[in-house]
């Protein structure tokens, strides 16, 4: 499987991008982040997937991120109803597996 990784110059990229892929059927996402970076990932086909990655929000308390009625990235600690929303959740660590199987039925 290709793995490309796309490498985003700001959070605000990287909302505006998942925003460009919500859709009236989907209208909320989620985005991994940790101190360092934040990530999504997206599958291209059966032999390729993309990892988009950005710096993390320069707010300290950003859950939700959202678009305002200017077009601006906001965050916030709620979520606004009716608006689509990104999810921002934080990642305590990455861990490799050599397999699907060895990552699902591996102990914590």
């Keep these: 499987m290709k793995v490309s990784v796309i490498e985003l ?3 605000e990229d990287m909302i505006l991008f998942l925003y460009s892929r919500l859709t009236t059927m989907n209208i909320n996402s989620a985005l991994l982040c940790n101190t360092r970076n934040c990530f999504t990932i997206i599958t291209a086909s ?3 997937i993309f990892v988009i990655s950005s710096p993390p929000p320069q707010e300290q308390r950003c859950r939700y991120s959202y678009l305002d009625d200017y077009g601006k990235v906001k965050c916030s ?24 199987v060895e990552a699902l039925t591996s102990s914590r």
């Excluded at 600690?77 to 699907?100: A, M, Y």
């Design 9 to 11: 110059t700001s959070f």
């Design 46 to 48: 059966d032999q390729q």
């Design 77 to 100: 600690d709620t979520p606004l109803p009716g608006r689509p929303t990104i999810f921002i959740l934080q990642v305590k660590e990455i861990k490799e597996k050599e397999s699907l």
